[in-house]
């Protein structure tokens, strides 16, 4: 929270809570030291948690993002050149009309 805090103007979510009993209390350690403690629904606690992780989450989105940009490529699949002869299974140019192999006429 503090580079946030010092964008913002040093504004620090943790002190902000609604109070759930009778009594008035001006920051959350009031409530916290009254005797009986006063019921607080700490709502300021939760944004400060919520504000961290997505600054968490967004930096590792980025290291992980660099580090699959580095990673190695695969290659692009190559077009075949030859196919096998029906007759004798030899190797042959694509565009072939005869089998240099064993002769036989290709479609």
Same mark, same amino acid.
């Given at each position: 929270?503090?580079?946030?805090?010092?964008?913002?103007?040093?504004?620090?979510?943790?002190n902000l809570f =609604? &109070?759930?009993?009778?009594?008035?209390?001006d920051s959350l350690a009031a409530a916290k030291a009254a005797i009986p403690p006063g019921a607080t629904l700490n709502y300021g606690i939760f944004l400060n948690a919520? =504000? &961290?992780f997505l600054i968490v989450a967004f930096c590792v989105f980025l290291v992980v993002k660099q580090i699959?940009?580095?990673?190695?490529?695969?290659?692009?699949?190559?077009v075949?050149?030859?196919?096998?002869?029906p007759q004798c299974a030899m190797p042959i140019p694509l565009t072939a009309k005869r089998c240099g192999h064993c002769t036989t006429q290709l479609a």
């Open positions: 929270m503090p580079p946030i805090g010092q964008l913002v103007g040093k504004v620090d979510f943790s =609604i &109070n759930l009993g009778g009594r008035h209390f919520v =504000i &961290n699959n940009r580095l990673a190695a490529k695969p290659a692009p699949a190559t075949p050149t030859t196919k096998d002869c």
